[in-house]
């Protein structure tokens, strides 16, 4: 018996609702970046086309932060001073600002590198992957 219009419009909402979800795998860097392959498995090599970066991983990014405070120098933390002879003096003063308040940047130097295992997330075509961060083995 064949199905009505009802029936095929529900059959087609439970397909849609049971997609299996793409789950995360790894990957091992072929070529670092920027012209960057990682080989998914014995067959799939994945090309930069293929790939989204989270930034933190890449060389040359930088996070700014700010820094606040109070620094505070005593006698026994602002240094001494040296003279032939052997004594030393005490630090009466030290005129320092001691609202301290700085906004600094710190740029990454390293980047991804070869043989590399990285953690990845398909999108549920399996046509980009998101490179989420680095993975890391205990053995």
Known sequence: MPDD???EFAKMFKDRDNKT???ITTGIVITPPPEITI???DVVVLSKENLIFSAHMLKEYYREADIEGELRFTQSN???TTVAN???HGVETVNIDTNYEAKIKITMTDTIK????LI???TMDQQLYFVIDKAVRFE
């Not at 070869?114 to 295992?117: A, G, L, M, T, W």
């Open 5 to 7: 219009g009802l029936t």
């Open 114 to 117: 070869k043989d590399d295992e």
């Open 39 to 41: 080989k998914l498995n």
């Open 120 to 122: 990845l997330m398909p």
């Open 78 to 80: 602002a240094g001494q």
């Open 86 to 88: 052997a004594h030393s």
């Open 21 to 23: 979800p793409s789950s």
